[in-house]
């Protein structure tokens, strides 16, 4: 009989405790009240925008960073006893790489759906796109007429001789480019332009995207291809090399006649293994609003993704462009293909 007491005496506490946390929502936040993020973007561009999300909300930040790869392999070894709630990487391609390996989970917000356009998520909702970036042509104004590099598509030109620099076919933003080229114009009509591409080639592939644009600097090519912010970055700089490159260098929106320039993302989604959700999802939801979209743009010299926030900061300085509107959803569609495109027609 004293065994059946103290085990009703202790279902009784049970009982109050979980009531306690149903009806008491400050009971509830003592024991959740944190959010596990997993990072592929330096810890200097996330942690100001995770610092503002937890003195706005009280949730807690635990952060990890890391490049993309190794994340989307550390939660794939994991499973799903990885303590990370969120995934935030760079490039659409890692997102759908992310998507892919069965590691994010479907969430629906109508939050994230208004701050965020159809075309920079996921329609899934196992990805979102918090920050844009553009893939720009550069070029020596000396060596090259803009006229003649005005489109992706002239950059296969036969006469224009081997002038560009870019980095190799294993880099993501040159697969989700290639990708964005074969649902714009298939796979055929894009293995031709990637042949002739790879033939104006001034050297082997290599290095990372400013490294493409100094190179132009330098006149080791005439044409170079990298992001948008890399050349915000060399603008932003106080660094007197940095202000030599932005002198000699110039810069092509491609496609402005026509389809418009080719945008990626940075962005997030909420792992398969989450065990906070609400507070992912809160987490997702502040990255897209107003607030931390200004910092993106001011401090990381990226594109809002959220039409209600403005451009700021050094790309301002590139001018307005033309974006192309292709749903970048269409990227997981295509992005083994293009890899195998570029595989074939030499592009290392």
């Not at 920079?120 to 020596?140: K, M, P």
């Amino acid at each position: 009989m004293p065994n059946k007491k103290k085990t009703a005496r202790k279902l009784r506490i049970v009982f109050s405790l979980l009531t306690l946390l149903l009806v008491v929502p400050g009971v509830h936040s003592a024991f959740s009240a944190e959010v596990n993020i997993y990072s592929a973007r330096q810890e200097h561009l996330i942690k100001p925008l995770l610092d503002e999300f937890s003195a706005q909300t009280g949730i807690t930040a635990n952060l990890l960073t890391g490049e993309g790869p190794a994340l989307l392999e550390r939660l794939r070894s994991e499973g799903r006893n990885s303590p990370a709630d969120v995934l935030i990487t760079v490039d659409v391609g890692n997102l759908v790489a992310a998507k892919q390996a069965g590691v994010l989970q479907s969430v629906q917000s109508d939050v994230l759906e208004r701050n965020i356009p159809a075309q920079y998520r996921d329609d899934e909702g196992q990805w979102f796109g918090l920050s844009s970036r553009a893939r720009i042509i550069y070029y020596d104004a000396e060596r090259v007429d803009p006229a003649r590099i005005s489109t992706y598509e002239a950059l296969a030109d036969p006469d224009l001789g081997k002038v560009i620099c870019v980095r190799s076919s294993s880099n993501v933003y040159n697969q989700s480019m290639v990708a964005a080229l074969i649902a714009h114009h298939g796979v055929e009509k894009t293995e031709e332009w990637a042949r002739g591409f790879v033939r104006n080639f001034a050297r082997t592939p290599q290095d990372n995207d400013t490294a493409q644009i100094r190179a132009v600097a330098s006149g080791e090519c005439a044409v170079g291809i990298a992001n948008s912010y890399y050349f915000g970055r060399l603008l932003a700089s106080d660094n007197p090399a940095d202000q030599e490159v932005t002198r000699k260098v110039s810069l092509v929106w491609p496609n402005q006649d026509d389809r418009g320039t080719h945008m990626n993302l940075s962005g997030a989604g909420v792992t398969q293994s989450a065990r906070n959700i609400p507070q992912a999802v809160a987490l997702l939801e502040f990255l897209s609003g107003e607030s931390a979209q200004e910092i993106y743009a001011r401090d990381n010299n990226e594109y809002p993704v959220n039409p209600d926030v403005k451009p700021s900061g050094s790309v301002v300085q590139m001018g307005e462009f033309k974006a192309d509107d292709l749903n970048l959803s269409l990227i997981e569609k295509y992005n083994a293909e293009a890899v195998r495109v570029m595989d074939r027609a030499g592009w290392r």
